[in-house]
């Protein structure tokens, strides 16, 4: 079974500042995808970022970048500029790309981000 | 085009009776899926459907949980004789298919509070 592990509840940023999330999981799979998701108060889980683990390259969306280190097990979360519409919690989730129940994310707890104006 | 939508958003209930929890999915998403967060947790998987039957669903937590997709698009996810437990928000996703490189899109929730 896979774990997903985000170690800070909560964080805060100043508006325009830079910020990082961590996030290590924990599974046997070679073939698998990893994302963070954005959930608002309005509850609405929004994409924000996806990492397919064959890939080497690090994925960046905008002001959204990550850092994805296979062999540590470990996928932080960059966010450039911040801006007062990021306040939000932040989920890392997990899923199997290939085999049996390659259609289940798992989640980590959320990092609660402020960000301050 | 529309998300998936979720009816109703708010649902306050006695512990011992009877709710149905509806989810629209995007149109022509064969992958509907129902997951359950808890205060200050992350989401957690439920129950899958591809097209009209229910591929895996491991995650629900006890019989007196039971989901349906009759026609493939809307599900209903049902709750018998409700325990305080059971409060939580309760997410639907859909995706083109069943496979982990399709995005997962989620619906806003139904927020079930059981008194």
């Known amino acids: 079974a896979q774990t997903v592990t985000q170690s800070q509840p909560e964080m805060s940023v100043q508006e325009a500042e830079t910020v990082t999330l961590s996030c290590t999981y924990d599974t046997s799979e070679s073939n698998y995808y990893l994302f963070w998701y954005k959930q608002p108060p309005s509850r609405q889980m929004i994409l924000v970022i996806r990492?397919?683990?064959?890939?080497?390259q690090n994925a960046t969306e905008n002001r959204f970048s990550v850092n994805f280190q296979k062999a540590a097990k470990s996928f932080s979360l960059k966010i450039s500029d911040s801006q007062l519409g990021d306040t939000a919690m932040y989920f890392c989730?997990?899923?199997?790309?290939?085999?049996?129940?390659?259609?289940?994310?798992?989640f980590g707890k959320g990092t609660l981000l402020t960000v301050n104006p | 085009g529309a998300g998936v939508s979720q009816t109703p958003s708010n649902k306050v209930t006695e512990k011992g009776k009877y709710v149905e929890l509806r989810c629209d999915p995007i149109s022509g998403h064969t992958a509907l899926y129902w997951y359950r967060q808890s205060l200050g947790q992350g989401p957690e998987f439920l129950i899958y459907?591809?097209?009209?039957?229910?591929?895996?669903d491991s995650g629900l937590p006890n019989d007196r949980f039971f989901a349906v997709r009759p026609e493939g698009s809307v599900s209903t996810l049902k709750i018998q004789r409700t325990e305080r437990g059971d409060s939580a928000v309760y997410l639907c996703?859909?995706?083109?298919?069943?496979?982990?490189?399709?995005?997962?899109?989620f619906g806003p929730g139904t927020r079930l509070t059981v008194l």
């Open positions: 459907f591809q097209g009209t039957g229910a591929a895996d």
């Open positions: 990492q397919e683990a064959y890939k080497q």
């Open positions: 989730a997990f899923i199997k790309n290939s085999g049996g129940s390659n259609y289940k994310l798992t």
């Open positions: 996703a859909s995706s083109r298919g069943g496979a982990g490189r399709n995005e997962q899109f």
